[in-house]
């Protein structure tokens, strides 16, 4: 199983911008889709975005054009770009990494399985 660990996050005005990281192990990471989700307080987890391991991607309608996920297969690791942050993003964030590696680009978190620890995000306004 992949292990997953994130870093990044925090407390931010509204506008502002944040990087997530997301560091595997294993060997297969360059063969697997990585997936970002988030869950804010009350509400059920959520679609944010994935690259494929074509580094095709795709994103929920709310974060598209404001988020940016893209990953580096040298250093095991993916990342999440936010940028103009709205309050309505304050969530606690995960990365996932896909249960099979060559899968099709599932933005289901079914289709995931293994999971980062989750980092808080914070928005003000």
């Known amino acids: 199983q992949v292990q997953l660990v994130q870093s990044g996050g925090g407390l931010v005005q509204a506008g502002a911008s944040l990087r997530l990281s997301c560091a595997t192990s294993?060997?297969?990471?360059?063969?697997?889709?990585m997936g970002w989700f988030r869950q804010a307080p009350g509400k059920e987890r959520e679609f944010v975005g994935l690259i494929s391991w074509t580094d095709n991607t795709r994103y929920a309608d709310s974060v598209k054009g404001r988020f940016t996920i893209s990953r580096d297969n040298r250093k095991n690791t993916v990342y999440l770009q936010m940028s103009s942050l709205k309050p309505e993003d304050t969530a606690v964030y995960y990365c996932?990494?896909?249960?099979?590696?060559?899968?099709?680009?599932?933005?289901?978190?079914?289709?995931?399985?293994?999971w980062g620890q989750g980092t808080q995000v914070t928005i003000s306004s």
């Open positions: 996932a990494a896909a249960k099979s590696v060559y899968s099709s680009s599932s933005s289901s978190d079914a289709d995931f399985g293994s």
């Open positions: 294993g060997r297969t990471f360059s063969s697997r889709t």
